[in-house]
């Protein structure tokens, strides 16, 4: 599956649109990285457990959003776009949310 957050595929010509896909991701981040993280913030640095937590919402939508789209027939998918947000009661869990359109190249 290619994937790209660009509108075309250079020199692989758009066939057919599949339709628009997307994949969600809602995570907890605990208060053991809270607690760490606040270290970090007063001591400096970056907070790898946060990283980490980002990095698997992100990996978890963009395969849902793979999943799907090969569920349509679809063996690209263009115009990705990523989401992050906070939500829950204090911000403590992270959304992470992709979109694209399926297509066949």
Do not use: W
């Amino acid at each position: 599956m290619i994937i790209t957050t660009t509108p075309t595929i250079e020199g692989h010509p758009i066939i057919e649109y599949k339709g628009i896909v997307t994949g969600e991701t809602i995570i907890g981040a605990n208060a053991f990285k809270d607690f760490l993280a606040g270290i970090r913030d007063i001591i400096g640095g970056r907070s790898g457990s946060y990283e980490k937590v980002l990095r698997e919402g992100k990996d978890t939508s963009i395969q849902e959003m793979i999943q799907r789209a090969e569920e349509l027939g679809a063996n690209a998918i263009v115009g990705i776009d990523l989401d992050y947000e906070t939500v829950g009661q204090g911000g403590s869990m992270l959304m992470v949310t992709c979109s694209g359109t399926a297509v066949r190249v």
